[in-house]
């Protein structure tokens, strides 16, 4: 009888709004499923880029 191992990694890193870098690892550990260990950590000296809008000149449209 043969018996497979099967291993199965990932790795999602993010950079919030609120300047936190965010990383998520999964594994698998037998028959329950998915573990996923999350890290966050404040990046220093990054600032989220803002939004810019442009305000369509009909939006001010007057009577």
């Known amino acids: 009888m043969y018996s497979k ?4 990694l990932a790795l999602v890193a993010a950079v919030s709004a609120q300047s ?3 990383t998520v690892t999964y594994h698998v550990e037998g028959k329950s499923g998915f573990i ?3 890290h966050r950590e ?3 000296g ?3 880029p803002q939004p810019h809008h442009q305000v369509p000149s009909h939006y001010n449209y007057q009577h």
């Open 5 to 8: 191992i099967i291993v199965v």
């Open 20 to 22: 936190h870098k965010r």
């Open 36 to 38: 996923a260990e999350v």
């Open 42 to 44: 404040p990046i220093k």
């Open 46 to 48: 990054y600032q989220a």
